[in-house]
C-alpha cells in the first residue's frame, strides 16, 4: 500500500451544512490532518450554505493547507447524498473516505482501512463509531443494540474485521473504481440538514455495488475507530423515538430500490436474535436491581414497534406515490475544475 502523498492513496470527504458545527468541522478536519497514513487531501463539501463555504475557504486559506483541504459547494441538491457525490467527483485518491462532521477519528483510522485494501476484492471498508455523550456518560436507559440512532456501531455486529451486506456512512471507505461500478449515493433516500433523520442511503449503495460486482468483497474492521458527537438533544427519548420511527421510512425507501430481501436480510437477524437478547438483559438487570433495566427493555420493545410502523407507513407511501430514486455515474472532475469549485464553482455530479 503505497503512502498518503500519491494519487494511490486517500481522499478523505467531510460533508457540513451548519455554522453551528463550526468548532466540531475544525476537530475532525484536525484529526485527519494528524493520520498515521497522511491522506492525500481532506475534501469539506459544504450543503447550500455560502457563508459556511467562505468562512471555510478562508480559514483554509494558507498556500500550504489549501493542498491539504479542499472546500467545495455541494454541487447537486442540497442534502447528504449529493454531498457526498460532489465529494467522490472531486476525489483525486485511489481510495475515497467519508467522516462525519461531528465526528474525530482515532489516529491509525486510514491506516486500518487501507491495510484491508491490500486484497484486490475489497470494495469497501468500514470502521467503529464510538458515541461521545455530551452529558459524559450513556443514559441509563439507552440500550447500545440501539446505538446506530444516533449514528455508532451498535450492539450485535460481529467483532474484529468481518464481512458485511453495508457499511455505515459516517465510517466508511470505498475503492474509487467502486462508484464507476455502481454510481454514486442516491438521492431521495438519507439526510437533509437538520430535517427528519432519514437514512439508509449508504446501505442502499452497498447492495448496488454487491449487484454490480458479485465478487466484490465488503468489510467491517473495528480498529478503524473514530468518536462520534452525540448532542445532549439527541440523549433525550423523544429523538429516540423520531429517529426509530424514521429508520422505518428510510428501510422502506432502501426495500423499495433494492428489494426486500437484501434490503432487509441483516434487519432479519438483528430483530430476531440481537433485540430479543437485549430485552432479556434488561429484564434481568432490572430483576437484579441494576439501573436503567427496565428502562433499556422498554426502549427497545418501543424502537421496534415504532421502527416496524415508519416501515409500513413507507411502503404504502411508495407505492402510492410510485417513489423513485436517483442515482448515475460520477462524472469525475478533473485538478482545473476541482479549483474552480473551491471557488464556490462546484460541477461535475451526474444523476
Given amino acids: 500500500m503505497s503512502d498518503g502523498t500519491s494519487p494511490h492513496g486517500f481522499s478523505v470527504v467531510v460533508c457540513v451544512?451548519?455554522?453551528?458545527?463550526?468548532?466540531?468541522?475544525?476537530?475532525?478536519?484536525?484529526s485527519v490532518r494528524k493520520q498515521s497514513l497522511p491522506p492525500l487531501e481532506t475534501l469539506l463539501v459544504v450543503d447550500h450554505n455560502e457563508r459556511l463555504r467562505a468562512r471555510l475557504a478562508e480559514e483554509y486559506a494558507d498556500?500550504?493547507?489549501?493542498?491539504?483541504v479542499r472546500v467545495l459547494a455541494n454541487a447537486g441538491p442540497r442534502g447528504l447524498s449529493a454531498g457526498?457525490?460532489?465529494?467522490?467527483?472531486?476525489?483525486?485518491?485511489?481510495?475515497?473516505?467519508?467522516?462525519?462532521d461531528d465526528a474525530v477519528a482515532e489516529r491509525d483510522w486510514l491506516h486500518h482501512f487501507a491495510a484491508a485494501y491490500d486484497d484486490p476484492r475489497v470494495m469497501a471498508v468500514g470502521g467503529r463509531t464510538l458515541p461521545a455523550w455530551a452529558s459524559g456518560r450513556r443514559p441509563a436507559w439507552f440500550p447500545e443494540e440501539f446505538d446506530w440512532v444516533v449514528g455508532c456501531t451498535y450492539r450485535g455486529l460481529a467483532p474484529g474485521r468481518v464481512p458485511v451486506r453495508n457499511v455505515l456512512g459516517g465510517n466508511a471507505s470505498f475503492r474509487r473504481t467502486a462508484f464507476d461500478a455502481a454510481g454514486g449515493f442516491a438521492t431521495g433516500i438519507g439526510r437533509d440538514g437538520d430535517?427528519?433523520?432519514l437514512g439508509g442511503e449508504e446501505t442502499e449503495l452497498c447492495i448496488r455495488l454487491s449487484k454490480?460486482?458479485?465478487?466484490?468483497?465488503?468489510?467491517m474492521?473495528?480498529?478503524a475507530v473514530i468518536h462520534h458527537k452525540v448532542p445532549a438533544a439527541r440523549e433525550r427519548f423523544g429523538y429516540f423515538r423520531t429517529r426509530v420511527y424514521a429508520e422505518g421510512l428510510s428501510k422502506a425507501l432502501v426495500a423499495r430500490s433494492v428489494g426486500a430481501q437484501k434490503g432487509l436480510e441483516s434487519e432479519r437477524r438483528y430483530t430476531t436474535r440481537v433485540l430479543p437478547a437485549g430485552v432479556l438483559r434488561g429484564v434481568r438487570d432490572a430483576l437484579r436491581g441494576r439501573s436503567g433495566g427496565a428502562g433499556r427493555a422498554g426502549a427497545i420493545v418501543t424502537g421496534v414497534t415504532l421502527a416496524a410502523g415508519g416501515y409500513a407507513l413507507g411502503q404504502l407511501r411508495a407505492r402510492r406515490s410510485g417513489t423513485t430514486f436517483s442515482w448515475g455515474p460520477?462524472?469525475?472532475?478533473?485538478?482545473?475544475a476541482a479549483g474552480r469549485s473551491a471557488d464556490g464553482a462546484a460541477e461535475g455530479v451526474t444523476r
Fill in 221 to 223: 474492521d473495528d480498529r
Fill in 84 to 100: 457526498r457525490n460532489t465529494g467522490i467527483a472531486a476525489a483525486r485518491g485511489e481510495f475515497v473516505a467519508f467522516l462525519d
Fill in 212 to 219: 454490480a460486482l458479485p465478487e466484490a468483497v465488503l468489510l
Fill in 330 to 336: 460520477i462524472e469525475r472532475t478533473d485538478e482545473h
Fill in 17 to 30: 451544512y451548519t455554522e453551528d458545527r463550526w468548532e466540531d468541522i475544525l476537530a475532525a478536519v484536525d
Fill in 195 to 197: 430535517r427528519r433523520p
Fill in 63 to 68: 498556500a500550504r493547507l489549501r493542498e491539504e
